[in-house]
């Protein structure tokens, strides 16, 4: 839990960066970026090679975000 909460600690929401979407540490590449890249099927290092300043803990940052904003009670329309 302590490794999970570290890693998003990454993950950053700036109203001037990337319109208050959730980015990286501050750099202009959003949670939604990187989770298109990797649902592209590009590897962990095919998107270090391309985005150099990024590290690996940022993109598991990205899919840790993801996954804890899926899990809430999704209610049944009535």
């Known amino acids: 839990m302590d490794d999970q909460r570290t890693l ?3 993950i950053t929401i ?3 960066v990337c319109g208050d979407r959730p980015c990286i540490r501050g750099y202009r ?5 990187i989770l298109d890249l990797i649902s ?3 590897s962990f290092e095919e998107i ?6 990024l590290e ?3 993109i598991l940052a990205a899919v840790t975000y993801a996954a804890r904003q899926t ?4 209610l049944p329309d009535m």
Request: aromatic share 8%; no cysteine; hydrophobic share 35%.
């Open 8 to 10: 998003l600690h990454r």
């Open 40 to 42: 592209s099927e590009a």
């Open 29 to 33: 590449i959003r949670v939604t970026d």
């Open 14 to 16: 700036d109203p001037m």
């Open 48 to 53: 270090l090679r391309d985005y150099p300043f």
């Open 56 to 58: 690996r803990d940022d």
């Open 71 to 74: 899990d809430h009670v999704v």
